[in-house]
């Protein structure tokens, strides 16, 4: 390619519609040329975006709760990088850079989602042994045996996140023709559509990238006020007036749904149909199931949910909307989301067999008489299959010596470990794919509890229980966690490689030196942390991790599973399938809080209402797109100034902590929550009043409108 600078257009009007008959998508870097990718330059800051946002998403996630995605704010540094160097034709370096630095979010989503289960629990041993001490001395010798087990390591959380990375890497490169090529324009590829946004719009300068940056300013500034000063509630609920509040003390109906920017935006590109999908899913769980719920009674629910305990967390009567919703509704999204996905992989059973016939065709030394004859293009180049093929058996090898060496210490135990990981990393692999492309959400979560029922009861089964059940079960879950993290991100760098014309082969070879980076950046936060501050009740919050905890303790203790609600999601999600319903979207419904869902129907139902006004279908055409660009403005603001709260945030509780730490045992809850506030920059008690709720209400209708306004200017090309 000449070193003179290539004009960037923006992307083909084709990116993101389904291709007509014998129609071809080009992207913006033509396949016939070279164009600068990896290099010094894309490498080292791809590296050092891995290492820093790896810390810091550790860091908070586990500090204050909150995973932020650091995809598009990587994007963001990228382009500003090379804008303030005047570096030109960047746009091949950028993607490498955001492709490698992306491994931090989903190494550290797949570890700390699990992993500090394990410090939580030892923590719950170590009050058990101090309550028990002087009573009994033998509940205390059984806790002492369990808090001895519960130990965890370096190397361990090392290669648990190495192993699951490098298996959803090897996995998605399987799939990435048939996600980001043959199912061109089927899938909306939300935060692949605002991170493509973000880079051409850099790439491109001066007014076209003008939509994008004044909607990024509204959209970070409105999500920040929110988020750091609690200028309006982030929820509205039907609490606000008094018929809402009467239904939901007497039925537990609930109507609430988010106010943020970012989301907003996140719905107008996921589009009205499967932005409906899922509300209707979301609104069969909320609105049906919690409220039947009260009804069926405590002991019939504990039948049900085995893992629902009565004394612990009193009677049903008495629990929140938010609490069922947790303890039963959620349950049947996942077994909705599980049978989806196996539904998934049985429709995609010819892709499958393609990958593997290659691969055997390959190893056979044979070639494929298409191939003889055609050249495969730059932007279709996959690694190699024997790389592939041999990277998974290294892959699968390497974590069998790691259970059994490092984990476990037992041929048996460590056999079966290797099995589920590979069975479940398999076939999930395309529902996180697939939730990814289509909603711009992946439901890791919930297929790391299904992965721990599945793990445990199997383990409990051949005799592996206690303290190293426990942590055999959560560094499986660990793995499996880590790899369907990686899958869902991973589909996404692809996805924007493939809009704009990469290499897939050299994003594919540079992501396992992100992943390694980031695994080792992530095991080190997490060991400091835990001995800065521990986790558990006085610790860390870790809310995943806690849940996962929660999970696991009475299941490794003979507590059973949650069986007939998987069964009623699967029984769902097989009548959807009968009715070509697509039943991933509706299970995510199901398994996605209300309050997340409604808002992706607001912004499907702006998409539908500016690309229909005019009879014109070039200028309906010219604000859909321009809509696109206003969302994508939305979504990477919300997610900068996020990540700028988050910190905020952390500051605040570090500095809060100090004092409380200083003053001892003469800090009382009231003086610790009065310390708490004083540091906090919210405005006490404004933001969850029905005030609070009725501001946000205005604004985000003001929003709206400006949304539709904006994208509505938009003039024929």
């Known amino acids: 390619m000449s070193e003179s600078e290539e004009k960037v257009v923006g992307l083909p009007e084709n990116a993101s519609r389904e291709l007509k008959e014998g129609e071809q998508y080009h992207p913006i870097m033509s396949p016939e040329k070279v164009y600068p990718e990896v290099n010094l330059r894309s490498v080292f800051w791809g590296l050092l975006m891995a290492v820093l946002f790896s810390a810091a998403a550790a860091y908070l996630g586990l500090k204050i709760g909150q995973v932020f995605e650091a995809a598009i704010p990587i994007a963001i540094i990228a382009v500003g990088l090379s804008s303030a160097t005047k570096r030109k034709n960047a746009l091949g370096e950028n993607v490498i850079i955001q492709s490698i630095g992306a491994c931090s979010g989903v190494i550290v989503a797949g ?14 041993y170590q009050g058990l042994m101090a309550q028990y001490q002087e009573i009994d001395p033998v509940k205390y010798n059984k806790y002492l045996e369990m808090y001895n087990g519960l130990t965890i390591n370096f190397f361990q959380v090392f290669m648990a996140s190495l192993i699951g990375g490098m298996l959803g890497i090897l996995l998605m490169i399987l799939f990435r023709k048939y996600f980001v090529k043959d199912m061109h324009g089927k899938y909306p590829f939300p935060e692949a559509t ?43 609920t039907s609490k606000v007036i008094p018929l809402g509040t009467a239904v939901y003390a007497k039925a537990k109906v609930l109507f609430s749904f988010n106010l943020g920017a970012a989301i907003l935006g996140l719905g107008y590109i996921v589009g009205l149909r499967y932005a409906l999908i899922m509300t209707i899913g979301s609104a069969l769980i909320w609105f049906v199931v919690v409220p039947l719920l009260p009804m069926i009674g405590d002991i ?106 490092g984990v476990i210490h037992n041929l048996l135990f460590a056999i079966i470990g290797i099995v589920i990981v590979a069975a479940i990393a398999f076939l999930f692999t395309t529902v996180a794919a697939t939730a990814i492309a289509t909603v711009g959400t992946n439901p890791v979560s919930g297929m790391t509890l299904m992965t721990l029922i599945i793990a445990s009861v199997i383990l409990v089964a051949v005799g592996l229980k206690g303290s190293l059940g426990i942590v055999a079960a959560m560094i499986i879950g ?34 396992f030196l992100g992943t390694l980076v980031s695994a080792a950046t992530v095991g080190g936060v997490m060991i400091i942390l835990n001995k800065t501050y521990g986790f558990g009740e006085n610790g860390l919050v870790a809310p995943q991790a806690n849940a ?67 009879k014109n279908a070039a200028l309906n055409t010219a604000r859909k797109e321009k809509g696109t660009l206003i969302a994508s403005g939305f979504i990477a603001g919300g997610a900068l100034m996020g990540v700028v709260s988050a910190i905020i945030k952390f500051a605040q509780n570090t500095l809060a902590d100090n004092k409380i730490k200083a003053l001892g045992e003469m800090a009382t809850p009231e003086m610790k929550k009065s310390i708490k506030e004083s540091f906090s920059w919210a405005i006490p008690h404004w933001n969850d009043s ?18 539709i306004w904006y994208a509505m200017k938009a003039k024929e090309e």
């Open 548 to 614: 996962m905890a929660a999970l696991i303790d009475p299941l490794m203790n003979g507590t059973g599973a949650p069986w007939i609600l998987y069964g009623i999601g699967a029984v769902i999600a097989i009548i959807l399938t009968i009715f070509k319903v697509p039943a991933l979207a509706f299970a995510l419904g199901m398994f996605i809080p209300f309050d997340l869902n409604f808002p992706l129907l607001v912004g499907g139902t702006i998409a539908w209402f500016v690309s229909t006004r005019s």
């Open 300 to 405: 019939n629910l504990h039948f049900i949910n085995p893992l629902y305990n009565i004394a612990e967390q009193g009677s049903v009567a008495s629990m929140s909307a938010e609490t069922l919703f947790k303890v039963f509704g959620r349950h049947i999204g996942i077994g909705a989301i599980a049978v989806a996905g196996i539904i998934g992989v049985i429709k995609s059973w010819d892709v499958i067999k393609t990958a593997v016939g290659l691969a055997s065709n390959e190893f056979k030394g044979g070639k494929n008489k298409k191939s003889e004859t055609v050249k495969v293009e730059r932007t279709q180049r996959d690694l190699a299959m024997k790389i592939i093929v041999f990277g998974l058996i290294i892959a699968l090898v390497a974590a069998f010596i790691f259970f059994w060496l």
């Open 194 to 236: 605002a991170t493509t946004q973000v880079l051409v719009s850099g790439e491109k300068g001066g007014s076209q990238a003008i939509p994008l940056l004044i909607a990024g300013l509204i959209g970070g500034l409105y999500d920040f006020l929110i988020a750091t000063f609690g200028t309006w509630s982030e929820t509205f």
């Open 111 to 124: 570890a700390i989602f699990t992993l500090p289960a394990i410090y939580i629990l030892q923590a719950k």
């Open 478 to 511: 660990g793995v499996v966690c880590t790899a369907l993290s990686m899958a869902g991100g991973f589909i996404t760098d692809l996805k924007i490689g493939y809009w704009l014309g990469t290499t897939p082969a050299k994003q594919q070879t540079w992501k």
């Open 690 to 707: 029905f005030s609070g709720q009725w501001t946000g209400f205005a604004m985000y209708a003001i929003l709206i409108c400006f949304f």
